[in-house]
């Protein structure tokens, strides 16, 4: 970094989007499990400014809480400036400045719905302003295909001299592929003068931002652009389009984060990273897997294929396949998946397991114990080294309220054991297949209910006759008397 001057960050998010076609507003659109607002946000904080104040208009009752969150997050003030009516780029930045009506320094303007620039990039710009000695410096990017963007103008000698819009340039500067990022810095005091001359005298009658330029080359200053190495850091979003594709590039940064970070994601493709994911060393991702929220993936653990994470904890060297989990602790070395369920609140322990089929909902399953099969467990503890039979039911409601069910450890329980809450089964306890276990087992007991089996015989041939079940028994039976004399034997 070259200076030290202080700074504030604008960045506008009062536009209405309509290209989103979306009852939300547009930088609330997220990518990478965070707003387009919540990107450009957090970028400006990466510079550590003096002040930051978002540009807020319409849909400001979606945005202004938005805006108040994401300062939360960050833990630091975010500032915010109402735009009552749209009037252009230029009488925005005007609103954004009425809260810091005294700084003095450099004022960074960036928009809320360019969600991929970096604070790095905003900081190169910063240091070129201030080195330069600039009244204004633009972050200019240079594409293929200009169309739409405000080109920016040199003279013979290379100086920036002007803006032009789209909507107002010549067939001659149309050519121009040097354009308008958005992202500007400006001297405070040179840029609250010139809003002040600013006219809507252009096609749109807007008070446009980037006339300050030529406002300021006429009154002799220096004016500048800083041209961005990575264009795509400035792609905006403007439609669901758009959208998907800054998620894209988004993702592909955060997984390729993830693998210099010394994770083996095997398809980078169609594995999908969020902005607040931890993931170790030596983990392997494997295809089709989402990670979301504050997840975190310890060493040596592999996840996927086809799994969904949101805001879980995965241990030391667990194997989590094909498993949707959320708001969930999974220990080390334990074993999830495949096709199972975890909601919000669960924690299988070190060397646990939740097998196939599984739901587990607010259950504490201890170290060791086993949950493998077919079964739905909520509001449950279970101890340490345990084995739930396949098919259980922790039977949690009545209909009215939820129940707990408390399991012991070393407890054997049998296929198809129901346990209806509130129970405990005690320490080293066994239940039959078929249990249903209203009252609480005591340590070392085996549990078992229902009556003695009793077969009524030929019913079916009796009761159900000429069908396929009847005929199938009939064919089944022991030969009479009058069948074995077909027979040789
Ligand atoms: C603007 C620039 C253009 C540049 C392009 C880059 C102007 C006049 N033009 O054009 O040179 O190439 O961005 O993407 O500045 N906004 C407000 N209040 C307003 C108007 C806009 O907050 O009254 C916000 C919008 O929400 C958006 C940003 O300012 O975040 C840019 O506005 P937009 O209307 O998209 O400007 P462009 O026509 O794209
Ligand atoms: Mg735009």
Partial sequence: MVTQTPSAVVVLAAGAGTRMKSAKQKTLHEIGGRSLLGHALHAAAGLNPEHIVAVVGHQRDQVSPAVDAVAAELDREILQAVQEEQNGTGHAVGCGLAPIPDFDGTVIVTNGDVPLLRPETIDKLRDTHVSEGNAVTVLSIKLDDPTGYGRIVRNDAGEVTAIVEHKDASAAQHAINEVNSGVFAFDAAVLRDALGKLDSNNSQGELYITDVLSIEREGGRRVGAFVAADAGELEGVNDRVQLAAAGREL????????????????????????????????????PGTQLWGNTSIEDDAVIGPDTTLTDMQVGRGAKVIRTHGEKSVIGPNANVGPFTFIRPNTEVGEDGKLGGFVEAKNAKIGRGSKVPHLTYIGDATVGEQSNIGASSVFVNYDGVNKHHTTIGSH????????????????????????????????????????????????????????????????????????DSAKTDN
């Avoid at 997984?255 to 999908?272: F, K, N, Q, S, Y």
């Fill in 251 to 286: 993702n592909r940064r955060l997984v390729e984060d993830a693998m210099r970070g010394g994770a083996h994601v095997i398809d980078p493709l169609t594995t999908w990273i969020g902005v607040g994911v931890r993931i170790g060393r030596d983990v392997t991702i494997h």
């Fill in 411 to 482: 407890v054997r329980t049998g296929s198809d054991t129901m346990f209806i809450a509130p129970v405990n089964v005690g320490d080293g306890a066994y239940s039959g297949a078929g249990t249903i276990i209203k009252d609480d087992v005591p340590p070392g007991a085996l549990a078992v209910s229902g009556g003695k089996q009793r077969n009524i015989e030929g019913w079916v041939v009796k009761k159900r006759p000429g069908s396929p079940a009847a005929e199938a028994a009939e064919a089944a039976s022991p030969a009479t008397d009058d």
